[in-house]
Structure formats: structure tokens, C-alpha cells
């Protein structure tokens, strides 16, 4: 049968999922990837041992099946460096989370303003420029024989023996180093990062041809991962947006042509599309918030519990949870900010306290929410909804009430997957765009809107500031 393949390289694990020419799963495949913290907030993983488990599950996964094309999503901004000659890594690929490189973007703050009006990103850590600089201020090898690459380019270099060494738009607008409005890698950002050109991949749209495995299979589809969801979400027009509830929340919106520049602490981006953007915000703690309740409070034996906790109290009984256990993100960026339970009564019991986790998991993407609309003037039009914590009906429900907005989730819970799938598909002929059918698997109608609750967030946000 006919059928396409996606790989999906996270951060803790490699997949391999195969769709049918409907959009369904036919099979999957997944290994776990080693993390190494070889010091506190750094965090690396073995470019080889992402290679090998990618192409171990493609293998297992694709078994009986004739693949018409691969598509790949990935995790975004994670550098590897190697030597082009001997395809070698220079060292261990540095992860988006690593905080090694904090005092490098501290010494760059005088051209903070320069790289967020040409990459819409903000000059931190987590981008990719401060990491090459990083691996080549510790290696001897001449850096014209080097390349650098995002998981994506590393991937296809590794399918196509070293013949191909490209990027997409959606993984270079993560680097710090890309024109996001020009399309193109920026000299000005490459000079203050002394990174020579040579290094770079060439970068072409998400949805093209990058190649082809020795087998023969057309390697036709790349996108980061929030933007392959947004993607495989379907939200391909001004408006649309899909959010990602797991241990964080990843929130992004399709902005259609227009780049638009945040007021409020949020990300510009490249869309998946041709010439398309996206804004993206994202809530540090959210389905953490649940694991919080269960291995620090212990008061829910599994994450799913929280619901039957939750519902079996009709309100929060006054108690607002702030959970910013690492800070406050968007639109505060308050790093020092610390979590907070207000509002506890002589009645106050675990219920209400799980209550007010899921209010604040449902309150926090609110507030995002509400910063993509002053930033760019357009409403949201739905909530498009995947991730491990989408399963919560009543979290569900409170975001459907404190945004006003239908949030509807996602037939296919592998959005990420399906978009580098549908990506791939589109390129090879596989698919044709009206072939794409994007399916719900349950719409949350808001109710009367939750203003009691939006305002008791915010004092509780003012307090914890
Ligand atoms: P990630 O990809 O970030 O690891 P997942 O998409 O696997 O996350 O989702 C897991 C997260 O969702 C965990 O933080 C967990 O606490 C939370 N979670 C899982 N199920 C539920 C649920 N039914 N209600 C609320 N939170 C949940």
C-alpha cells in the first residue's frame, strides 16, 4: 500500500509514523534518546544516537509499506556541528533547553534590537547562533570544512550520504541568524556572530523536494515541530490557531503575509506556507502543574486524576494557583516571579486547590491569547487543540469559557506528525490541498464568559510580580 512517511524527532524520543492515503496511522515506531546534563542547565544529546534511533524506527515502521515520500518535523532550534569531510560531529548536539551560552547573549544586548526586527526573536539562550559560536570557539577544525545544521538538516544529510545539506524556512527562523521578512541567512547578524556563510545549509521552502534517500524515496516535506502542527492542524489562514497542552503549552497563530512584530513579549516566525507567518507564545508550566500536584503534593496518584478532583467541587472556592515555578512568561516576562496559592480558607480542600491548577493551565493561555490579538489586530477565530492534556474535557471547557473562543480538538492526536506528513504528500502529488481533511474529535462550546475568573487572575498575577 501506498502510504507516507514522517519522522518525528523530539527531544526525549525519535519516531516514525506511516499515514495512508486518508490521513490515518497504519503504524508507528518509537525509541527513547539519551539526555546528558554534563553540567546543571546545560543539556546535550549524541547527534549519532539521533540519527540511529531516527533511522532504526523508519526502518521498522515502514516495513511492508511502499513509501511515496518522508516528511520530517523536529525539534527546533537543537545545534550540531560537524566536519563535512569526514561527517563527524565537532561534539554533542547542544539542546534547545541548554542555558550554557546566557553570558554570551548577556554581552550581545546592545544588538538586541537589530536581531528581533530581522529574526522576530528575542536575543536568549534557547536560539541556535549562540550555540555555534559556542562549538566553534572550542574546536581546532578550519571552520570552512564545517557545517552546521538543525536536527532536520543533520536527518537529511545523514538519508542522502552527505549530498544534501539544506534547511527549511520554519527551522532557520529559529536560529537568530535568518531574515525572517527576506527569506534569506543576514550577513549583518552572521558578522556580529563571526559565523562564517559556508557553514549554513541552504534553505528552501517547507514544502519541497530536499532530496532523495538512496532508495529512492523523495525526501519532500520539513517543519519545526509547533509549526508542522500548526500545519498539520490546518491552520493555514489569518486567524487560525492551535494550541499544544504537555508539560509546557505552545500556542501559535497564522498571521497570513503579514510579520507582525510583538509588543508583548511574543515570538515572529515563519508559517510552514509560502511566504507565511505566525505568532508563538508559549506557558512554561502547565501539564507540569498537574505533575506538581501529583509527586510534590501527592494529592492525585496519575495526571488523569485531576479531573475527577477537579469537577467534584462546582468552583474554586477562592483559591487562584499561580503556578510560575520558573518565572512568568509571556506578556510578563518576569524571571524572578515565583508560584503562588492564594485565597486558602479553613475550607479550602485538595479539589479546589486541583480546581485552580486547571483554571490556571486554562488562564495563562489566555493571557497569550490576548496578547496575539493586541499585537496583531486580528481575532482568533477557534482553538485548535492536541497534546497529552487535551484528554481533559473540563480543562477543555474553562478554556472554551475564559476565551470565549469554540476550542476544538483534534481527531488525529499526532498533528506534528500528520504536518510533516501532509508537507511531504503535497510536494510528491501524494495529496492534493482539497485531499487534506482536517477532523474533530469534539467541540467545547464557550459558555457565558469567565470574567470572575479572569479577574481573580489577575490580582493574583499582580501579587506574585
Ligand atoms: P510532553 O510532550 O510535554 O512530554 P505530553 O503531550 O505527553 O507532554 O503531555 C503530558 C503532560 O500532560 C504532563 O505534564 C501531564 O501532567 C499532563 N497531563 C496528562 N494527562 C492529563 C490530564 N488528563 N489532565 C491534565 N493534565 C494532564
Redesign the pocket.
Known sequence: MKAILALDQGTTSSRAIVFDAAGDILAVAQRELRQIYPQPGWVEHDPREIAATQLAVAAEASRGFDIAAIGITNQRETTIVWDRGTGEPVANAIVWQDRRTAEMCDALREHEPLFRARTGLVLDPYFSATKIRWLLDRTRIDPERLAFGTVDTWLIWQLTQGRVHVTDVTNASRTLLFDIHRGEWDDELLQIMNIPRSMLPRVIASGEVAGVTSDGIPIAGIAGDQQAALFGQRCVAPGMAKNT????CFLVMHTGGSAVQSRHGLLTTRAAGASEFALEGSVFVA??A??WLRDNLGIIRH??D??ALAASVPDNGGVTFVPAFTGLGAPHWDPHARGAILGITRGTTAAHIARAALEAIALQNAEVIEAMRADSGIAMRELRVD???C??DL?MQLQADVTGLRVIRSRVAETTALGAAYLAGLATGFWKSDDLQWKADRVFEPGSLRTDLVEQWRDAISRVK
Open positions: 497542552y504537555g508539560t509546557g501539564g507540569a498537574i505533575q495526571a488523569a485531576v479531573e497534546g497529552g492534556a484528554r481533559n480543562l
